[in-house]
T-cell receptor, first 114, second 111 residues
Framework: GAGVSQSPRYKVAKRGQDVALRCDPISGHVSLFWYQQALGQGPEFLTYFQNEAQLDKSGLPSDRFFAERPEGSVSTLKIQRTQQEDSAVYLC????????????FGPGTRLTVL | KQEVTQIPAALSVPEGENLVLNCSFTDSAIYNLQWFRQDPGKGLTSLLLIQSSQREQTSGRLNASLDKSSGRSTLYIAASQPGDSATYLCTLSGSARQLTFGSGTQLTVLP
C-alpha cells in the first residue's frame, strides 16, 4: 500500500484480556515507532525499531506491553491483561532511516478497555 | 526531559483570518521541529519540518519559524479556510530521534 496501515481500527476489550495491534509500515522503511495517544493529549513515544531490532523501549508503560518486528517489516504491539488506563489511540509511524526527516503515521487503533 | 507546550489549546476564527499557533520547548538540543495536522479518525499529516540549523519553512499558506535560543516555534496560517479545521501538533526530535509532542491546538475555522 501507499501508506502506513494499522489493524484493527477499533478494538474493545474487557479488562484483563490480551490484545494485539498490528502495523504495516511503508515498504522499505527501516524505522518503525509506536506512540500512545490519550484523549485530548498529544501522542507519547512507546518504542522504536530499526529493522527487526528494538533499539528503544523506554516509553513502554509497564511489562504488560510488548512489541515485536520479527522480520523487519510488520510490527505487533501486544498488551497483556488490559487495564482501563490502557484505553487510548495507538499510533504507528515509519521512516526511511532512524528518525531522519518525516515520520509517516498510520490512522491508529482506538483501544477501549471496559 | 523535553517538554513541549502549545498555546492556545483551542482556537476558533472566522474564515479568511490570519492566525498564529504557538509552541514552546524546554530543551534546545533538538534535531528538528515538525508541525503535524491531525484530523479525527485519521493519522497525522506532516505539514512542515524545520531542521535544527534552519529558522523557518514555508509551504503554501503555511509558514513555520524556529527560534532555538528562546525555545519557541510558531505556525502561521494565512487566509484560513474551513478545511484548515483540525488539531495542530508541534513535535520535536531529539538525540533519540523519537518525537516529543505537544498537546496540540484544536483549530476551528468558521465559514
Amino acid at each position: 500500500g501507499a501508506g502506513v496501515s494499522q489493524s484493527p481500527r477499533y478494538k474493545v476489550a474487557k479488562r484483563g484480556q490480551d490484545v494485539a495491534l498490528r502495523c504495516d509500515p511503508i515498504s522499505g522503511h527501516v524505522s518503525l515507532f509506536w506512540y500512545q495517544q490519550a484523549l485530548g493529549q498529544g501522542p507519547e513515544f512507546l518504542t522504536y525499531f530499526q529493522n527487526e531490532a528494538q533499539l528503544d523501549k523506554s516509553g513502554l508503560p509497564s511489562d504488560r506491553f510488548f512489541a515485536e518486528r520479527p522480520e523487519g517489516s510488520v510490527s505487533t504491539l501486544k498488551i497483556q491483561r488490559t487495564q482501563q488506563e490502557d484505553s487510548a489511540v495507538y499510533l504507528c509511524a515509519s521512516s526511511w532511516v532512524r528518525g531522519e526527516g518525516t515520520q509517516y503515521f498510520g490512522p491508529g487503533t482506538r483501544l477501549t478497555v471496559l | 526531559k523535553q517538554e513541549v507546550t502549545q498555546i492556545p489549546a483551542a482556537l476558533s476564527v472566522p474564515e479568511g483570518e490570519n492566525l498564529v499557533l504557538n509552541c514552546s520547548f524546554t530543551d534546545s538540543a533538538i534535531y528538528n521541529l515538525q508541525w503535524f495536522r491531525q484530523d479525527p479518525g485519521k493519522g497525522l499529516t506532516s505539514l512542515l519540518l524545520i531542521q535544527s540549523s534552519q529558522r523557518e519553512q514555508t509551504s503554501g499558506r503555511l509558514n513555520a519559524s524556529l527560534d532555538k535560543s528562546s525555545g519557541r516555534s510558531t505556525l502561521y496560517i494565512a487566509a484560513s479556510q474551513p478545511g484548515d479545521s483540525a488539531t495542530y501538533l508541534c513535535t520535536l526530535s531529539g538525540s533519540a530521534r523519537q518525537l516529543t509532542f505537544g498537546s496540540g491546538t484544536q483549530l476551528t475555522v468558521l465559514p
